[in-house]
């Protein structure tokens, strides 16, 4: 077995843990924007509908503090060297899909948060109501609802470009690339 280069393990643990979070939040508010609240509550009932929509405003506002802190520990521990090159193009677009990433799982939330907000809905994090951060307006609103859905679809996009470079590389090149992020020693 080969000792690839790396991540240190909260880098590891923040990514998996982000990850699973991201899977599970762009589930739900796919089923719930694709039906609405009035089919998801005659499909699941009011109680789970209610459910569904406390539990994916709780993980976007944990999304929010969790890419603080990974950002944060980029920045102060880096990343591993590669243990065989990446060619100029695969470099950049590695760069790009990570730095997307970053962006848009701190602005979505955000935006989220103030669709919500804009719209008279609570901000839940868990059984709290979180203060408000925009003035109720209806229009904003549905703007804001818009901007949210289409950067889900974008990093629905994203996951599936992240997951097919991993796989790639873990199964293709087996460069070690997919070793620096993966669990374990």
Do not use: C
């Not at 694709?34 to 999304?63: E, I, R, S």
């Not at 994203?158 to 470079?165: Q, R």
């Amino acid at each position: 077995m080969t000792n690839w280069p790396k991540y240190f393990l909260i880098q590891r643990i923040l990514h998996w843990s982000i990850a699973t979070l991201v899977v599970i939040t762009l589930g739900i508010g796919a089923t719930l924007g694709t039906l609405g609240f009035n089919h998801a509550v005659d499909l699941f009932g009011m109680a789970t509908t209610n459910t569904l929509y406390v539990v994916h405003k709780t993980v976007g506002v944990l999304m929010i503090g969790l890419m603080i802190v990974r950002i944060t520990a980029r920045l102060a521990l880096g990343k591993p060297a590669y243990a065989v090159a990446l060619a100029p193009v695969q470099k950049f677009a590695s760069e790009t899909v990570h730095g997307l990433f970053y962006a848009l799982l701190i602005i979505m939330p955000l935006i989220g948060w103030a669709a919500t907000d804009a719209g008279g809905y609570p901000i839940n994090f868990f059984h709290w109501v979180l203060p408000s951060i925009v003035e109720k307006d209806s229009g904003f609103a549905e703007v804001l609802f818009q901007w949210h859905a289409i950067i889900g679809w974008l990093l629905m996009g994203l996951v599936l470009v992240h997951i097919s470079g991993a796989l790639y590389h873990w199964l293709i090149r087996r460069d070690g690339v997919m070793q620096r992020m993966w669990p374990g020693a």
